[in-house]
């Protein structure tokens, strides 16, 4: 029955093909078992009765040269199928491939069945081919499926699940099958490493990351170009610039990449005049050099030596102006960012998905509602609104400007979303109270495969639950939920919101009981957070403790004597409130002055009168 599916899949495809050219015969083209075939008008003669032994080497031969003739290589193939030749493992690995590479998803999960079928899964060779296509359409579920079925499992097997993991952002879970490789009686390879080393460098994971240079030392792997490579950028992104340096040092062979990684590693750690001198030492530098070097100013110097930078090198492209457009959004100054937003338009320099978004996020941090439709009409015209990060910061922008529901119609809108995309739109709801909206939406999430909750998902749900009436029971279930079900660890924000839910249930008494079981006793801003909910109830015992530890940990704060003041003060202890009074004027502490602002003709107007 699968064999007959394939073909019909295969001879389908093929007659509603647009492109005669590819179908076209040559001396080297495939032969067939069937007659003559006419497709698009195309005849393709009658090819010559082989044996099914014959019939197969031809196909493979064809499917591994690819091209134009794969498609018919792929129908061949079928054909045989259909006659009961029955393949090896050797043809089964180039038909998946061939037809992953074609993009024929349905064709590639009808062959998973007739291997299934056939008894085929057990091969090494046929199951890893299977893992590539569930990884090349990022199914990792099925993929990670795939390789558990396996009886003994490859590197190759090893490293495609890895190396799918590190692609797809989940960094954890491929250093889980790193070690797991590490333990097995498989012996990883340089492309095990270089997979590794990646996952820890974007986690900042320097010991894991040492330990691995010292297995890739073990294997004498170290001289090898792309691995060396692959430590000093891993020691850059864990901010040890001494190591990286030392790797770069120790390279007998060094390419542009190993150049531009070391620059890289100086240059976003903050050592501009370590970067600077590697840069002049390059004896070509590329633009990639030349981008290190201004993204390290945008961060850490002065924007307008970027600038500088900017107009003089040899071939600026759009990561050039997006780092210095990224360093003034970060500096909090928009308007600098929109006007060379706008120099970049007057120039034609090509715009791409990080330059709306880092636009869309500092004009989300004014809510200027103008600014940022007219960015969104810029996106448009791009033809960049389908792209998963525009869109999630278009809907960031439209949450935080107070058009949720713009934002909702855009989330349901897309085609694909990815798990920022929900946080983005569940975020939006959370900030804008309404509790319902969030509660469907992560319930949806739960049910979507291949993406569950993380951290932000549920802090998000906490914020929404502290601007409502709900039970402190329920709040506890999706707290308990966060770290039982998904494992994840509660971080500092967790534990705030939770003291705020406590304060506004008036039982801030088992904050503390929470803050030492979390061992957030060391951080200054959880204490803060009690105090301000044993404002909120009106707990004097609890605000006493909670302002003593802000004092040791921070010092004196006028926050912590007005939030002492205002509570001696509602209970009716005067004197002790006039003490902290005079207190504060001695100390030269005053009760900072609130702001707020509004958009008004697309400017921000600034007012500082709220005390």
Same mark, same amino acid.
């Given at each position: ?122 091969? &090494? ?167 290190? &070097? ?34 003034? &959004? ?245 004197? &002790? ?35």
């Amino acid at each position: 029955m699968h064999k007959f599916i394939i073909i019909k899949r295969a001879r389908k495809y093929l007659l509603t093909k647009k492109h005669p050219s590819a179908l076209r015969t040559s001396s080297h083209c495939i032969s067939t078992s069937t007659t003559s075939l006419r497709i698009n008008n195309n005849v393709v003669d009658d090819f010559p009765q082989r044996t099914g032994l014959e019939s197969w080497t031809n196909v493979i031969s064809v499917l591994a040269q690819g091209g134009l003739n794969t498609e018919l290589g792929v129908y061949e193939a079928s054909q045989l199928l259909d006659s009961g030749y029955r393949p090896n493992d050797y043809v089964l690995f180039h038909l998946l491939r061939a037809s992953s590479d074609l993009g024929w998803d349905t064709y590639c999960q009808q062959l998973h069945c007739y291997i299934l079928k056939s008894g085929f899964l057990s091969n &090494v060779f046929v199951s890893t081919a299977l893992m590539g296509f569930y990884r090349k359409i990022n199914s990792l579920a099925d993929a990670h499926k795939m390789f558990v079925e396996i009886p003994q499992p490859s590197v190759v097997s090893w490293n495609s699940l890895i190396s799918g993991y590190v692609q797809s952002g989940k960094y954890r879970k491929a250093l889980n099958l790193f070690v797991e490789l590490e333990r097995s009686e498989i012996y990883a390879d340089a492309y095990s490493f270089t997979s590794a080393l990646a996952a820890c460098g974007q986690l900042g994971s320097l010991q894991l990351g040492m330990t691995i240079h010292s297995k890739i030392v073990k294997y004498s792997l170290e001289r090898g170009v792309v691995i060396a490579n692959c430590l000093i950028d891993m020691y850059g992104k864990c901010g040890s610039v001494e190591d990286a340096i030392e790797v770069f040092g120790e390279m007998i062979d060094k390419d542009i990449i190993s150049w531009n990684s070391v620059i890289a590693a100086s240059a976003r750690n903050g050592n501009l005049e370590l970067a600077f001198g590697f840069l002049h030492r390059l004896p070509n530098p590329d633009t990639i050099s030349y981008n290190e &070097v201004i993204n390290g100013i945008a961060q850490f110097g002065d924007i307008e030596d970027a600038i500088m930078i900017l107009s003089s090198m040899p071939s600026p492209n759009s990561s050039s102006w997006n780092s210095i457009l990224t360093g003034h &959004v970060n500096r909090n100054r928009v308007p600098e960012a929109l006007h060379l937003f706008g120099e970049m338009q007057s120039k034609d320099v090509p715009m791409d998905e990080y330059t709306f978004s880092t636009m869309l996020s500092g004009i989300a941090g004014l809510s200027a509602l103008t600014w940022g439709m007219l960015i969104h009409s810029c996106v448009i015209k791009q033809g960049l609104d389908a792209s998963i990060v525009v869109a999630s910061a278009l809907l960031d922008m439209y949450s935080k400007c107070g058009q949720v529901k713009i934002a909702d119609s855009m989330f349901r809108s897309l085609c694909r979303k990815n798990l920022v995309t929900w946080n983005a739109m569940i975020t939006g709801y959370a900030r804008n109270g309404d509790l319902p909206k969030v509660i469907e939406l992560f319930e949806q999430l739960k049910t979507v495969r291949d993406l569950k909750p993380d951290s932000v998902t549920f802090l998000n749900v906490l914020a929404a639950c502290s601007q409502t009436d709900i039970p402190f029971d329920k709040v506890s279930e999706y707290f308990e939920s966060m770290t039982k079900d998904y494992g994840i660890k509660p971080t500092v924000e967790h534990c705030c919101s939770m003291i705020r839910l406590m304060g506004q249930k008036g039982e801030v008494w088992r904050a503390q009981r929470m803050i030492r079981e979390l061992h957030f006793g060391s951080y200054g801003v959880v204490w803060r957070a009690l105090l301000s909910a044993s404002g909120a109830c009106s707990d004097l015992d609890v605000a006493r403790i909670s302002a003593a530890e802000v004092i040791k940990l921070e010092g004196d704060s006028d926050y912590v004597y007005v939030m002492l003041c205002n509570l001696y003060t509602s209970h009716g202890n005067w004197d &002790v409130a006039s003490v902290i009074r005079n207190f504060m004027r001695e100390r030269g502490l005053r009760k900072e002055a609130g702001c707020s602002w509004i958009e008004v003709e697309n400017v921000a107007a600034h007012s500082s009168n709220i005390r």
